[in-house]
């Protein structure tokens, strides 16, 4: 729960049980950030197809995704984010405890194609301080076999993050 009425499983109608009916088949359960959203249910439905495009997409890995938001998450303090995230790493990637704690000392250490690395650090900063990163980078990511779809993609995704951080730290939206 957090500060706003959300709308819960059991009372869930139309398009709104639907998207809670997926992620219940999906990850077991419907997670309090996906709740949140049900306050306003067409960004409900906006943010539930944007993740599926996400971890659906067709040259990235949902891995690259799930450290974009760990990471971006530990920058803007997001601890159900930072969670979440870990878990999935965790749950649905196989990866190690020890994994994760490497990845968010050092991202590079993240068990990713070269070309998700050089994503997951350009976003990394990019998020960090957006004037930081210009056109070196993006040529830096082409030579690494980026297409500017995929560079937007990744850093669209944290970008996302963000917001979704902030929302969720400013509504006070509890872990599981």
Known sequence: MGLLTEVEAAEATGKTAEIYQQAEQMMGYVPNALKMHSVNPPMLEH????????????TLSGELFTCIRMLVSI???????????????????????EQVAAIKQAPETAPLLDKEKALLAYVVTAV?????????????????GCSDVEIYDALKHGA?????DILLNAFKVELE
């Open 128 to 144: 960090e301080d957006s004037n930081a990163v210009g056109e070196t980078e993006i040529e830096t990511l082409r030579a690494h």
């Open 160 to 164: 996302n993050q963000v917001a979704g």
């Open 75 to 97: 920058r803007y303090q997001c601890e159900y984010c930072i969670h979440m995230n870990e878990s999935m790493l965790i749950n649905m990637s196989g990866y190690t405890l």
């Open 47 to 58: 943010m539930w197809e944007y993740m599926g495009t996400v971890m659906n997409h067709p």
